[in-house]
């Protein structure tokens, strides 16, 4: 059974920064299309960053790009979303996914995967107070 658990998030003010971890385990994900999310209260959950390390291949939104990075460890199984330059936009719960068959791509502006990822996490909160 694959379990993806998320950690790194917390409270943080304008200008901070926060890395996020997403382990996964019961499976080898290291040709794993890897995927964040991040809802935020009242809004639609949107696509931040993908990764697909077989075709050395990154995908973010608009919104982040340039102050987000993802990047992963397959020896540990583990992705991470690096995030600098937090505003308070960057605000909601984000949630990572994995899949053997996700790719993505950008469409107006977002992260969008072509087919559905599988497999989800939890979630990690993340506030940034002005």
């Given at each position: 059974?694959?379990?993806l658990?998320?950690?790194?998030?917390g409270?943080v003010?304008?200008?901070?920064?926060?890395r996020l971890s997403?382990t996964?385990?019961g499976?080898?994900?290291?040709?794993?299309?890897?995927g964040?999310?991040r809802?935020?209260?009242?809004?639609?959950r949107e696509?931040?960053?993908?990764?697909y390390?077989?075709?050395?291949a990154?995908f973010?939104a608009?919104?982040?790009?340039?102050r987000?990075t993802?990047?992963?460890?397959?020896?540990?199984?583990?992705?991470?979303?690096?995030?600098?330059?937090l505003?308070?936009?960057?605000t909601?719960?984000?949630?990572c996914?994995a899949d053997?068959?996700?790719?993505c791509?950008?469409?107006?502006?977002?992260?969008k995967?072509?087919?559905s990822?599988?497999?989800?996490?939890?979630g990690?909160?993340?506030?940034?107070?002005?």
């Open positions: 059974q694959v379990r658990v998320e950690s790194g998030g409270s003010q304008t200008g901070g920064s926060l997403c996964v385990s499976s080898n994900s290291g040709t794993y299309y890897m964040w999310f809802q935020a209260p009242g809004k639609e696509g931040v960053a993908a990764i390390t077989a075709r050395n990154t973010f608009d919104a982040v790009k340039g987000f993802i990047s992963r460890d397959n020896a540990k199984n583990t992705v991470y979303l690096q995030m600098d330059g505003t308070p936009e960057d909601a719960m984000y949630s996914a053997p068959w996700a790719p791509t950008v469409i107006r502006g977002t992260v995967p072509l087919e990822f599988s497999y989800w996490g939890q990690t909160q993340v506030n940034v107070s002005s």
